[in-house]
């Protein structure tokens, strides 16, 4: 039985390890590390500190599928819809541009979901706050260092922001080709903060949008009333709304910290919104690496370090941004890693 280590439990990851469990059943064991305190990654669903409001996606926000890739994605489409783990968005989202032929979803309870349904059924071994430091190839496999100590896998795959594989220490930068290395430093990403603000049960809002984009901000550029939006009204709870900024504005006040953009981005909010009710708690997130702005060249969907012990990354940087592109990734990771895994158990 190979031991694989996946490291990063948002969307790629908990598909690479449910289609590697799928396709290699007890050929394999999977195990999955991340640094944070809970899987989803940038599907990130937060809850409430008291339990009287809805959750809110802090966050990717919903799914769209264009024509082609509800056609060669139909199965993991039709496997979220059928768990009820997606639905078709049913809210008014001002300003959202629609694309002829494209379908919207929402996630009825919350984006983390979908990640923790495809790691529920990877059967993975989950480890969450396990930071990766480095990377030292041990003969045919891999120790892996963590803050903290170290383990012995057959086989790994990187599934992080591309800057924090370059960080590691170890074997993996001397591994890396010139072309890999230039390729893999040419990634980029937008920045932006998101802000959740949770209301009591009594609380109605007196505009009627589930959720809008806006265009008169030096800030804002998005704001949601997260359980309309996901159609989750239930009784006795709260509304959530989700404030997300501009990339603009994420890039310039990156390296600030929360004391000094959450009284700005609120202040902002405030006056697009004048009517807005006193919230009971609110949430901060910075989300560093948001969205790819440049992925690989030509999207290959995995890069390939060492093909024995194998090591591979992964991650919506080889493809795009949303959840097609993470499904491809899987696929393609699930491709090079399977082959090599078939070299090894043959020798």
Avoid at 3 to 21: D, E, F, H, P, Q
Avoid at 135 to 146: F, I
Avoid at 184 to 196: D, M, N
Wanted: charged share 20%; net charge neutral.
């Amino acid at each position: 039985m190979s031991r694989v280590l996946i490291v990063g439990a948002g969307l790629t990851g908990s598909l690479c390890a449910c289609l590697l469990r799928r396709a290699l059943q007890s050929k394999v064991q999977v195990v999955v590390w991340d640094k944070a305190r809970g899987a989803g990654g940038r599907m990130s669903t937060s809850r409430p500190p008291e339990p009287t409001s809805h959750s809110a996606d802090l966050g990717a926000q919903y799914i769209t599928a264009t024509p082609a890739y509800a056609q060669s994605h139909s199965n993991f489409y039709a496997e979220l819809l059928s768990a009820g783990l997606l639905q078709p968005l049913d809210c008014h989202i001002e300003g959202l541009q629609h694309k002829e032929g494209n379908k919207d979803y929402v996630t009825p309870l919350g984006t983390s979901s979908v990640v923790k349904h495809f790691l529920s059924e990877s059967g993975a071994d989950l480890f969450l706050e396990y930071h990766v430091t480095g990377l030292y190839r041990r003969g045919a496999s891999w120790e892996v260092e963590r803050r903290g100590g170290s383990e012995t896998f057959d086989a790994v795959v990187l599934t992080m922001p591309v800057p924090q594989i370059l960080q590691l220490q170890g074997d993996l930068g001397n591994l890396l080709s010139v072309k890999q290395r230039e390729e893999l430093e040419g990634v980029r990403y937008s920045s932006r903060f998101a802000v959740a603000l949770y209301f009591p049960p009594d609380v109605v809002f007196s505009f009627t949008w589930g959720a809008r984009y806006v265009t008169d901000s030096h800030c804002i550029r998005y704001i949601a009333v997260d359980n309309k939006k996901r159609s989750t009204d239930a009784p006795g709870l709260g509304p959530s709304l989700v404030v997300h900024t501009s990339v603009p504005f994420g890039l310039k006040h990156l390296e600030n910290d929360k004391d000094t953009i959450q009284p700005i981005i609120l202040q902002e909010l405030h006056r697009l919104l004048p009517d807005l009710p006193q919230p009971s708690s609110i949430k901060f997130q910075k989300w560093r690496y948001s969205q790819v702005l440049t992925s690989v060249p030509n999207c290959p969907g995995h890069m390939t370090i060492l093909e024995q012990p194998p090591l591979i990354c992964g991650g919506d940087a080889f493809t795009h941004s949303n959840f097609d592109g993470c499904v491809e990734s899987a696929l393609s990771v699930l491709k090079a890693l399977k082959g090599s895994l078939d070299v090894q158990q043959n020798t």
